[in-house]
């Protein structure tokens, strides 16, 4: 009965019926183990051998992982007893060496949750020995497996070098490398030999300066880098160098070339879940431009029968556009859940805190966030708001400030402080937000953000002609809702209705649902100007995608105070209804607490930036 029972665990397993190898070699197991005289020692390592194979095929991994245990320990008795049947059967078996056993084995623990043991598996395997598998397997869990923000840097960069070194085109391991902070020029020397006739791999040497640039906060030099590769070689319009073009552009705030490019990703690739869920982030800036389109790409995905973390976060993030904020966040937990270090789900967890008012929380979740993404503006930005919203504003000013040191010359940062710096209640201070303005301009004409403050600046220095002409030649290239209606809100304050009504209802044609657009068309019905400037400062036009309001120098959308609607602008354009929904910071706030932080702020060396 046993050599019939064995033969038939055999062919099962050769036939790779490994669901049903499992119960027969149970059954051969117990009956090798009731009856020893004709149990042989090379008899039972082969079934076992099957068994835990067959286990790990059908991924009940706790239960192989203690069958592992067992394996190796009848192996080591075999060497011992240098037994010539362990040859033939690794022969005959190429999965059953030791090598390919312990890497299995150390799947096993750390799937189920012990990648210490895991580790320590892996490194029982010579290092003569390991392949480019184990070698990245080691790598990642170093890197990645023992909680955020405790990357074993040291030892995971020998393991991810020896990868390239074998295999210089793993893409993946190459960005891995550049973010632990690898050199581009040594990264590059790992792939010299990648072709064997030289010249017909220069677009890598390329590819990895690019991901050094973005690694290191210069988006918008990244994103230069990456266009070159679009523009002059045969890899135009290829898939992976669309999304890492668009990634750049993305992280520069350039979110309607990023919109683009995503948009094309997913033209050509339509389950490309990857690309939907970042083409959901940057269209979330503008959502009525697109809203069917979106609601297509949401439908496709919500069709599907099994969710990985990327179709969570998609729907994570359709839920923030439409307000349901605890149900978005449950979705983020399931994506963060099946993987911890999902950048988008862990950026759009903290907006989603804001969203609820749940401050602290809100920064946690970006600290956490910026552990894992510390090239991101957003986590900055993120960390700011949260501040400025708990009202710790010594904080938010540090965060400011540390911005500018880490995003040097980025018009993101720039806009940011100006903007901080415009909203003070000292008239010496808020003159020192022109500086930081055209700054941002120069590193970017078309940074809206930028535009909108300079706008403001000029009409609080008294230049309201100046400001209706920056912001028409702005909205001439980017025609968004928020900029038209702010044009019209100025044109308004200046006595002229008709084109002000013109803008307003170019605005509509946008966003037909925006508050503040309807608002501005009712004002001006109202022939009194005195109480429409009253109804203004009263409860205050509403705020939506993020832009101020240039009916005066100091107006803020929706009656939120000067602090709360900075914690907006810096949303940079959004109109999603989290965007909207803004948080009660009181107006006690506006006043002396910033004067001595302003005053900091202006005494700051910033001849580097």
């Not at 040859?87 to 084995?105: K, M, Q, T, W």
């Not at 939907?276 to 979106?294: C, E, F, K, T, W």
């Not at 919500?302 to 990985?308: A, D, G, H, Q, V």
């Not at 995003?407 to 500086?435: H, W």
């Amino acid at each position: 009965m046993e050599n019939a029972l064995f033969a038939n665990v055999k062919k099962l397993y050769d036939h790779k019926l490994y669901e049903c190898v499992i119960p027969v070699a149970k059954l051969l197991r117990t009956v090798l183990r009731n009856d020893r005289n004709v149990a042989t020692l090379e008899l039972e390592y082969q079934v076992q051998l099957y068994l835990v194979n067959s286990l790990f095929k059908e991924r009940h991994l706790r239960s192989a992982s203690r069958h592992f245990e067992d394996i190796f320990h009848q192996r080591r008795l075999m060497q011992r007893h240098k037994n010539a049947c362990l040859v033939a059967i690794e022969s005959a078996y190429p999965e059953f060496g030791d090598v390919e056993l312990r890497r299995r084995a150390a799947e096993c623990y750390r799937e189920i949750g012990n990648p210490g043991l895991a580790v320590a598996t892996l490194l029982q395997v010579p290092v003569k020995s390991r392949t480019p598998r184990i070698n990245l397997m080691l790598a990642r869990m170093h890197h990645h497996s023992f909680g955020l923000g405790h990357t074993k840097k040291s030892e995971s960069l020998p393991s991810y070098k020896e990868v390239v070194r074998e295999c210089p085109m793993a893409l993946p391991v190459i960005q891995d490398l550049l973010e632990l902070g690898v050199d581009g020029n040594e990264v590059n020397s790992l792939v010299m030999h990648a072709a064997t006739v030289p010249g017909n791999f220069d677009w890598l040497s390329t590819w990895i300066k690019a991901l050094a640039q973005m690694f290191d906060c210069k988006h918008q030099d990244a994103a230069r880098t990456f266009q070159r590769l679009q523009d002059s070689t045969l890899l135009r319009c290829n898939e992976e160098l669309m999304m890492a073009l668009g990634r750049c552009l993305y992280y520069d705030g350039n979110y309607s070339r990023a919109e683009q490019l995503f948009s094309a990703t997913v033209s050509a690739s339509p389950d490309n879940i990857e690309a939907i869920g970042l083409l959901a982030v940057v269209r979330g800036q503008h959502p009525s431009d697109s809203g069917q389109d979106m609601d297509r790409l949401y439908a496709q995905v919500t069709s599907e029968p099994k969710y990985s973390p990327s179709h969570w976060f998609v729907h994570g993030q359709a839920m923030y556009d439409s307000g349901k904020f605890e149900r978005g966040l449950s979705f983020v937990e399931q994506c963060l859940q099946a993987e911890p270090r999902h950048q988008e789900a862990l950026i759009l967890r903290g907006r989603l805190l804001i969203a609820l008012e749940r401050h602290k929380e809100a920064v946690e979740a970006f600290r956490t966030g910026q552990t894992v993404a510390p090239y991101r503006f957003e986590v900055y930005r993120g960390l700011f708001q949260s501040y400025l919203a708990a009202k710790r504003f010594k904080e938010a000013h540090a965060m400011c400030n540390w911005t500018l040191r880490v995003f040097q010359n980025s018009p993101r940062g720039l806009a940011m402080f100006g903007r901080t710096l415009f909203l003070s209640q000292d008239p010496m201070i808020r003159k020192t937000a022109r500086k930081f303005a055209e700054k941002s301009l120069k590193v970017d004409p078309n940074y809206t953000p930028a535009v909108t403050l300079m706008a403001d600046i000029c009409q609080f220095e008294g230049s309201p002609k100046a400001s209706i002409k920056l912001l028409e030649d702005h909205v001439s290239l980017f025609p968004q809702a928020s900029l038209f209606t702010n044009l019209a809100d100025m044109l308004r304050s200046q006595k002229e209705p008709i084109r002000a009504l013109e803008y307003y209802y170019k605005a509509l044609g946008k966003n037909p649902k925006c508050e503040r657009t309807l608002r501005g068309i009712s004002l001006l019905k109202s022939c009194n100007s005195f109480i429409e400037s009253l109804v203004l400062n009263d409860s205050g036009p509403i705020k939506v995608d993020g832009q101020q309001s240039s009916n005066g120098p100091i107006a803020t959308p929706c009656g939120t105070p000067n602090l709360e609607w900075l914690a907006a602008d810096s949303r940079e354009t959004s109109s999603s209804p989290a965007a909207r929904s803004g948080q009660d910071v009181e107006g006690e706030a506006d006043g002396s607490v910033w004067h001595d932080v302003d005053a900091e702020m202006v005494s700051m060396n910033y001849d580097g930036h």
